[in-house]
């Protein structure tokens, strides 16, 4: 059975885990029974939005991952505690968070927007 046959409580093997992971979210990893990502931040002001927005989101979800932060870096992990491993539910916060912490408005978006000035003062994430 491939992952898009799973039900949602259902938990993945660790073969489905990576070619999830592999499809949906390259900048994810899987390790000691987590999927896991480092966001890069240019400081304590950008770690700071970085966990307020995952906060948001998680709240918002229902769906709480476990967070460490220092002055640069956020890191973030997701697993399913009740069923005790990986959920649809760890899969789709993980496209939440990385849609919109790593969003920045652009031309192919044809938006009016026009994103954070690529000057030291006022970066605030490291995009990949």
Do not use: C
């Not at 093997?13 to 987590?34: D, G, M, V």
């Not at 240019?42 to 918002?60: F, P």
């Not at 979800?61 to 870096?73: C, G, K, L, N």
């Not at 496209?95 to 978006?109: R, Y």
Request: charged share 30%; hydrophobic share 35%; proline share 3%.
């Amino acid at each position: 059975m491939g992952w898009r046959e799973r039900k949602s409580e259902e938990v993945y093997s660790e073969a489905e885990i990576n070619e999830r992971l592999t499809e949906q979210l390259p900048q994810w990893s899987f390790k000691e029974e987590h999927i896991r990502r480092k966001y890069k931040t240019s400081g304590w002001k950008g770690t700071l939005m970085v966990v307020n927005t995952i906060g948001h989101l998680a709240e918002a979800a229902w769906h709480h991952p476990d967070m460490t932060m220092s002055y640069a870096y956020v890191n973030v992990k997701l697993m399913n505690h009740a069923a005790k491993g990986i959920t649809d539910k760890d899969f789709e916060l993980a496209l939440k968070i990385e849609e919109v912490v790593m969003w920045q408005p652009g031309a192919a978006e044809r938006s009016a927007l026009e994103g954070t000035p690529d000057d030291a003062r006022f970066k605030y994430i490291k995009y990949d």
